[in-house]
């Protein structure tokens, strides 16, 4: 019995193979909840750079859980007063890379690389990100993110000391 389960084993994967869905198209929210979300994030940023506390209290979830690529943790509340006071200020929002995932109804995963200017300088990030559909609006509900490592220098040029 082992020995014919061996025998037939590759013929049932390769029959099955058909039936096994990518992961991004099995997770990939339908075109009406990606539109909302994609406005929902543009929101975000745009009260973000704004530093607008009313929008970002309401963007924001009661929930949210953000960590900063330094580790720092915030919470809405001060989160959102970091941001409406100008003790931190972003310039702009570079996305380089963003991509939406539906974990389950209702929870939405967002990640990507985004440029991040700041008043010290840019900030090349790696994110990962929580959208949850609350009271039928989309809440932004986690956000953790670290840097990415500059490029490497490029090897000094070899020297021909031909005399």
């Known amino acids: 019995m ?6 037939i084993l590759p013929f049932l994967a390769l029959a099955l193979l058909p039936l096994r869905a990518e992961p991004s ?4 929210p339908d075109a009406k ?8 994030d543009k929101e975000r940023v745009s009260a973000i ?10 963007i924001f979830s009661a929930d949210l859980y953000f ?4 580790g720092k943790h915030d919470t809405r509340e001060s989160y959102t007063e970091v941001l409406a006071t100008k003790q931190t200020v972003y310039s702009k929002y570079n996305y380089v890379d963003r991509e939406f995932r539906q974990l389950a109804p209702g ?4 990640n990507g690389r985004l440029l991040l200017d700041t008043k010290t300088g840019q900030l090349d990030l790696n994110f990962l990100s929580i959208w949850r559909l609350e ?6 509900v986690a956000w953790q993110s670290c840097r990415n490592n500059p490029p490497a220098a490029a090897p000094a040029a070899a020297v021909n000391s031909k005399t």
């Open 2 to 7: 082992k020995t014919t389960l061996l025998r």
């Open 49 to 58: 750079l704004a530093g607008d506390r009313a929008r970002l209290m309401e």
């Open 33 to 40: 909840t990606l539109t909302a979300l994609e406005a929902a």
């Open 135 to 140: 009271g039928g609006k989309w809440r932004f």
């Open 107 to 110: 929870i939405v995963q967002m």
């Open 67 to 70: 960590v900063h690529a330094s």
């Open 25 to 28: 198209a099995a997770l990939k």
